[in-house]
């Protein structure tokens, strides 16, 4: 079988050729109505909706939890808890569990800010994308609406794990808080997921989750107190819907606009500046001429 050949340095005027030892997959069609009639599609929609689902039920619980926990006004050890620590260990623990557990279904999004990413990349067709979308925002509802039915007086009491705006901080520093945020987990997902890195390191793929998971983590650790993180846009939609506060909703447009501007600028530097997609399109259309 023929293998694919690129340039790799230029000497006394001649090219030497490697081989490549990799293959990008080809880029993914803008739409592909094709995709609607494959079972594979729906199983697909579905993990995306199971496993957001999972993801806001284990993390807003433990958000809550904590704020139980340390209430001042039920005379509570102030030291007592999970901590900020816990609590983005639970929300990078969790990514880590689910990506690893529908990676090879859905790929493993949760996230509509990762979808929106790999879908500026041309790794999914935009019915998939947006298929994922509503399937990850539906799924986040549910998942907060399992918190509040099964505790619903704590649920209440302590915010329902809403995203909002810390007093102190003005709006723009939330939104630049959400877009570096995003930027650091998408740009991993970029990275854990290189067909080239894989090729060359057989351990990537199984190890994939774990560093998008810690980016997850750090994120939380850094942004919790600014906007108690969202980074992804299912999860504060999910809560807002369910705890429906005016302050969660006034501030929700930071939870969409950071978001999808840090996945779109990860998605820009990975493709273009890293993987020069634009440099060797240019070649090949040199090439062709």
Request: aromatic share 12%; with cysteine; net charge neutral.
């Amino acid at each position: 079988m023929t293998k694919d050949v690129e340039v790799a340095e230029h000497h006394g005027g001649g090219s030497e050729y490697a081989a490549k030892d990799y293959h990008d997959p080809p880029p993914a069609p803008l739409i592909d109505g094709e995709e609607l009639t494959k079972w594979s599609f729906y199983r697909a929609v579905i993990a995306e909706f199971i496993a957001t689902l999972l993801f806001l039920y284990i993390t807003v619980l433990t958000v809550i939890g904590y704020k139980s926990q340390t209430d001042p006004t039920l005379d509570t050890d102030q030291c007592g808890g999970v901590g900020i620590l816990g609590i983005a260990w639970a929300f990078g623990g969790m990514i880590f569990v689910l990506v690893y557990c529908t990676a090879g279904i859905s790929g493993g999004h949760i996230n509509p800010a990762v979808t929106f990413g790999l879908f500026l990349a041309r790794k999914v067709s935009l019915i998939r994308a947006v298929a994922y979308m509503i399937a990850q925002c539906a799924g986040a509802i549910c998942g907060v609406g399992l918190v509040k039915a099964f505790q619903s007086s704590y649920y209440n009491r302590y915010g329902g794990g809403a995203n909002e705006l810390a007093p102190g901080y003005n709006k723009g520093t939330g939104l630049g808080a959400e877009i570096i945020g995003t930027f650091v987990l998408v740009y991993t997902v970029f990275s854990a997921t290189d067909p080239k890195r894989s090729a060359r390191d057989s351990h990537v793929p199984v190890l994939a989750p774990l560093p998008i998971g810690f980016a997850v983590f750090m994120v939380h650790l850094a942004t919790i107190p600014i906007t108690g993180t969202g980074i992804n846009p299912a999860r504060s939609f999910g809560a807002a819907v369910i705890y429906n506060n005016e302050k969660a909703w006034d501030d929700q447009w930071i939870f969409w606009v950071g978001p999808f501007l840090g996945a779109a600028a990860a998605a820009f530097y990975h493709q273009f500046v890293l993987r020069a997609a634009a440099i060797k399109a240019l070649g090949s259309f040199r090439s062709n001429a």
